[in-house]
């Protein structure tokens, strides 16, 4: 039983959920479409109050959130599925053309700027902060950490220290 008092479904055999918020059609899709190909379920939201209806009916394992959403953005989302007790346990990566470092600036206080995003977005719960562009290959390692982090190996979840064999490729 799960804190609620309702069974705890078998795990062991199920894939990692995603919940995916975005504005932008174009790349919800096309994250969506890598996720799926890595073997993941994805659900996707177009701004912050679908989103938070979404995270709060699905209960997904992973969200990955813009920052610059319509009507709440992406930091007031996360503080919020943070407050909630029935998401706070929910990870959060942050994937937002907001706060990155690594693109050059010409004064210290732009590189000050994207840095308080950063904060921002740790403060606010998030687990991870990614800056767009990212690599596919950055953006799926950071999956796989925070998934297990919560359990997961690579796509199954993980029983008493052990992945069903269906899960695990052998």
Known sequence: MDEVGKPKPDMANTQARILCIDPDTVWLTTLATLLEKEGYQVETARDGLAGIEKACETIPDLIILEVDLVGLDGYRVCEYLKRDPATARIGILFLTAKGNVNEPVREAWEFAEKVKDRLKGFDSGALEFLSKPVTEKDLLQRVK??????????????????????????
């Open 145 to 170: 950490a925070l998934l297990w982090t919560a359990g997961y190996s690579t796509v199954g979840k993980i029983q008493d220290g052990k992945q069903s064999q269906e899960n695990s490729g052998h």
